[in-house]
């Protein structure tokens, strides 16, 4: 499974939510690859779930994956609770 964190330009929020995603998947006993992406990286590249903030939403249509939207990038609980369900849906 691929999960993909992405920003805008550069990579200082994707790497924030990538840092904050693995201490979830290690406190879930998951285990996953996790790459931080700018927007311009992303296109055309494959990924099981997208999670990038809640203002990048229409620049996500047409991807293939999971799009998970994050309000509060620094609210390890939103994150959980919005990344975890679907990482478990996806692993059945």
């Known amino acids: 499974m691929r999960i993909v964190t992405l920003c805008g330009m550069g990579f200082g929020t994707s790497l924030m939510m990538k840092m904050a995603i693995d201490e ?6 998951i285990k996953a690859e996790l790459q931080a992406w700018d927007l311009g990286s992303a296109k055309g590249q494959a990924a099981d779930i997208i999670v990038a903030p ?6 996500l249509t047409g991807f293939n994956a999971r799009v998970i939207l994050i309000d509060n990038l620094t609210n390890k609980q939103e994150i959980e609770n919005k990344l975890i369900p679907v990482v478990k849906e996806l692993m059945r």
């Open 24 to 29: 979830l998947l290690r406190k879930h006993s």
């Open 54 to 59: 809640r203002d990048m939403e229409k620049h």
